[in-house]
């Protein structure tokens, strides 16, 4: 029997949109970071603040980076507009206007912080660049590459899908930030244990509680079977997602190896980029190297199990992987590799990395319970 398709005239619910709104987040990250030390602009008056200067000096770097890094957000509006059934004329003026004043807020919103420069020119190239993507998002629906997708997403995926398979494709990226562990993402709840305590320090009348968040904690390291074990549940967790919009059969399989193949990629390009291409492969010890094989043998015996166990378990799994992390001590060269990468250029695009390696895991906790609360057939 062949693959059930969605009812005819259901709208399309396109992987588009989480995703613009992802790099939404990620384009305001890039252009206010370090979000510090806000103040009044020094001598700017109330009325000149919504004037932008045109800076003198032309910086390459900035140019590639101001053009070309508002391009995908173009390419994501004009496709999410069109999937949900919208007109050409809105897709081109949301992809062209939303980033326009996307651009222009952000820019004003730098007057504020010290060490960053707000420019006109900026914001021209941030719409230039938004307008590049909006034309070759147009270009593959031309060419029907859009709709090839879909065709294929319908038979590879169930209805509804879209916040999984957005996940999934954010899930490389959080890969790429250091982790104590291979494929240890999650480490979100100690950031927020360590803001409370900064928080809360010299609160009177919250010294107990002071005194319980920034008490040390005492984190042995991790033995070879708990970071195998820790390195399997990471290699699970993706796959988990994945099955919970993926149809039954041999495509769950096809996914969990190509989960395994992206792991391998993430993993060897973040330790390129921190620790030099000469130790691209040092992540593989003898440990991690089964902790990943146990991972993808593990996803293909769950392969056949329906939606909502595949749902539940993702839940039980991702439990663990965040609770092992949690247990697991730093990396004793991650804050070499930091302090190189805040005194380079790449240090915006290594905070979204970093932010989607520590909320990946809950992120993907929150879709699989709306999994379980939705009604999906299997097929």
């Known amino acids: 029997m062949p693959d ?6 259901r709208r399309h619910r396109s992987s588009a949109s989480p995703l613009a709104l992802a790099y939404t987040a990620l384009v305001l990250y890039a252009s206010l970071y370090p979000f510090t030390e806000w103040r009044w602009p020094p001598g700017l008056a109330l009325a000149d603040l919504a004037r932008l200067p045109w800076p003198p000096w032309t910086d390459r770097f900035d140019v590639a980076f101001n053009l070309l890094g508002y391009a995908p957000l173009g390419a994501l509006l004009v496709l999410a507009v069109l999937s949900s059934g919208g007109s050409l004329f809105w897709a081109l003026a949301l992809a062209l206007a939303g980033p326009a004043a996307l651009s222009y807020a952000s820019e004003l919103a730098q007057q504020f912080l010290p060490g960053r420069h707000p420019s006109l020119k900026d914001m021209a190239l941030n719409t230039g660049g938004a307008a590049i993507g909006a034309v070759l998002a147009l270009a593959l629906q031309a060419l029907g590459a859009v709709n090839r997708w879909r065709r294929a997403r319908e038979v590879w995926f169930l209805r509804d899908s879209a916040g999984g398979l957005a996940l999934l494709a954010l899930w490389p990226v959080a890969l790429l930030f250091p982790a104590p562990v291979p494929l240890g993402l999650g480490q979100g709840l100690l950031r927020l244990r360590d803001l409370a305590a900064e928080t809360l320090d010299g609160v009177a009348w919250a010294e107990a509680a ?26 699970l967790a993706p796959c988990m997602v994945a099955y919970s919009v993926a149809r039954p059969g041999w495509r769950r399989a096809a996914l969990a190896v190509g989960a395994a193949a992206l792991a391998l990629a993430g993993m060897t390009l973040s330790t390129a980029l921190n620790y030099g291409p000469d130790h691209a492969l040092a992540w593989l010890t003898p440990y991690t190297v089964p902790g990943l094989v146990a991972g993808l043998l593990l996803a293909l015996l769950l392969a056949p199990l329906p939606r909502g166990l595949v749902a539940g378990l993702g839940l039980m799994v991702l439990t663990g992987l965040v609770t092992a992390v949690m247990q697991a001590p730093d990396d004793p060269y991650f804050a070499q590799s930091l302090q190189a990468w805040e005194q380079g250029r790449f240090v915006r695009f290594h905070g979204l990395a970093q932010w989607l390696g520590w909320w990946w895991p809950f992120a993907a906790m929150g879709w699989l319970f709306t999994r379980l609360a939705q009604r999906v057939p299997d097929r």
Not at 210 to 229: D, F, I, N, R
């Open 4 to 9: 059930a398709l969605p009812l005819p005239g």
């Open 210 to 235: 002071h005194a319980l968040l920034a008490a040390p904690t005492s984190v042995q390291a991790m033995g070879p079977l708990g970071e195998a074990l820790t390195t399997a549940l990471g290699m």
